[in-house]
C-alpha cells in the first residue's frame, strides 16, 4: 500500500483551521483539497494553505484523495459521512462520531460492507499527558481503579465561539460536545462502560450571543446543558461525570481516579499536555516525573493559557498509519461508537430517570508511548 494517504476536508469552519495548520507534522496525510457548502468558506481556506477548492460533489469524486474529513456539524455528521463512504472513501471525522446510537450503527455496518475504515476525533487522549497517566495506571501506579470525578463545566459556548447556535440545538450540549474528551479518555485507562444514570437540566431555554460576529443574538436551548452522570465500567469502577454550561465558575478538577494502593490527578483531556499528579497511601500527592513524550511539547501559545501542546490530527494520522501497516486504528468506529452509546445513554437516562444499560462495548485503544507517537511525526 501507498506511503502516503491522499486527505480531503469537508467542512472549512473554525476547527478546520487545526486539520489544515498541524497535519503537516505527521507521516502517512497530505491534505490536498477542501468543500464547504459555503464556496467562498472553501476558497479562504484553500488559498490560506494552498489546497485545491472544490465543491462537495466534485471532493467525493476526487481520486487523489483516499480519506475525507468530515468536519461538518454534529447533525450534519451521519449524511456526510455516509456520502463519503458511498463514494468509496475512508472517513475520518469529528467528534460525535452522530447524535444517535443507530445512525453509528449504520455507519459502522456500511464501513464493514464496503471494506472502508472510519475514524473519530478526540484524539486528544492521545497527548503525552494522557499517556503518561496510562502508563502509571497500567504500571500498577495506583492499583486498580475502583472510583472517581470528572468535570468540566463553564459558561457556554456562546461566550466565545462565532457561530455557537448549533450548540445549544439537539445533537449539541456539554455532553456530546465536551463528554467525547472525557470518554475517550476513560476508555484508553478502564475499557468500556457498562451503564449510566443522570440527571440533567437547562437553566435558560434561550442563551444571548457575547461573542463576535453575532453578539446579541438571542439563540434557542433544546438540549440539556446540565449534566450529572453515573459510569459504572465493566471492570467495576465507578466514575461521576459532570458536564455543564451553567457553572460561571468552580474549584473542580478536571479528571481524579481513585484507586486501591492511591489517586491519579489527570489534566482536562480537551488537551495533549499538562501536569499529571499521583500520590500513594501516604497521601503525598506529587506531579509524576516528565517523560519526553512528543505530544506533551508545547507548540502553540493559547490566548488566554499561555503555551500549550497541540497535535490534533495525530489520531488522523495514527488512521492512516494503520490502514498503511495493517494494524489497529486507536481512534476507531467502534470506540467512537460505544462513546456515542455511553453520551445517548446518559441523556436518555436523564429524560427517564433510570440506569441505562449499554449496547455495545469495545477494547482499550493500544497505548502510545514515546517511540509509537514518534513513529507518526514527520
Not at 462513546?339 to 482499550?364: H, P, R, W, Y
Request: charged share 20%.
Amino acid at each position: 500500500m501507498t506511503k502516503e494517504l491522499g486527505v480531503g476536508i469537508i467542512g472549512c469552519g473554525n476547527i478546520s483551521m487545526t486539520y489544515f495548520a498541524l497535519s503537516p507534522l505527521f507521516k502517512g496525510i497530505k491534505v490536498l483539497a477542501c468543500a464547504d457548502l459555503n464556496p467562498e468558506a472553501a476558497r479562504q481556506r484553500a488559498t490560506e494553505y494552498g489546497v485545491k477548492a472544490q465543491t462537495i460533489p466534485e471532493l467525493l469524486a476526487n481520486d487523489e484523495l483516499d480519506v475525507i474529513v468530515n468536519l461538518t456539524i454534529p447533525s450534519a455528521h451521519f449524511e456526510v459521512s455516509k456520502a463519503i463512504l458511498g463514494a468509496g472513501k475512508h472517513v475520518y471525522s469529528e467528534k460525535p462520531l452522530t447524535i444517535t446510537l443507530e445512525e453509528g450503527k449504520q455507519l459502522q455496518a456500511l464501513g464493514r460492507e464496503k471494506g472502508l475504515a472510519i475514524g473519530c476525533a478526540p484524539d486528544t487522549f492521545l497527548g503525552g499527558a494522557h499517556q503518561l497517566a496510562r502508563k502509571y495506571i497500567d504500571d500498577g501506579g495506583v492499583g486498580r481503579i475502583t472510583s472517581g470525578t470528572c468535570h468540566v463545566m463553564s459558561p457556554g459556548m456562546e461566550m466565545w465561539h462565532p457561530n455557537p447556535g448549533f450548540f445549544f440545538l439537539n445533537g449539541g450540549g456539554p455532553i456530546l460536545d465536551l463528554g467525547p474528551y472525557y470518554i475517550a479518555n476513560l476508555v484508553n485507562f478502564l475499557g468500556p462502560v457498562k451503564r449510566v444514570a443522570a440527571l440533567t437540566s437547562m437553566a435558560n431555554p434561550t442563551r444571548t450571543i457575547t461573542s463576535e460576529p453575532l453578539k446579541g443574538q438571542s439563540i434557542p436551548v433544546e438540549t440539556p446543558t446540565n449534566i450529572h452522570a453515573l459510569l459504572e465500567f465493566a471492570a467495576g469502577a465507578t466514575i461521576t461525570l459532570s458536564a455543564s454550561w451553567d457553572v460561571w465558575s468552580h474549584r473542580h478538577a478536571n479528571m481524579e481516579l481513585y484507586g486501591t494502593e492511591g489517586s491519579i490527578y489527570v489534566p482536562d483531556p480537551n488537551f495533549f499536555g499538562g501536569v499529571v499528579e499521583a500520590s500513594g497511601r501516604d497521601k503525598d500527592i506529587q506531579p509524576l516525573k516528565d517523560w519526553d513524550h512528543p505530544f506533551s511539547k508545547n507548540n502553540q501559545e493559547h490566548p488566554t493559557n499561555g503555551p500549550r501542546a497541540n497535535y490534533r490530527t495525530a489520531g488522523l494520522a495514527d488512521m492512516a498509519m494503520a490502514l498503511i501497516e495493517g494494524r489497529d486504528i486507536r481512534c476507531s468506529i467502534d470506540r467512537a461508537l460505544h462513546g456515542v452509546d455511553v453520551m445517548t445513554s446518559i441523556l436518555k437516562s436523564g429524560e427517564e430517570g433510570n440506569f441505562v444499560a449499554t449496547t455495545t462495548t469495545c477494547t482499550q485503544p493500544a497505548a502510545l508511548g514515546i517511540d509509537e507517537a514518534l513513529a507518526l511525526l514527520v
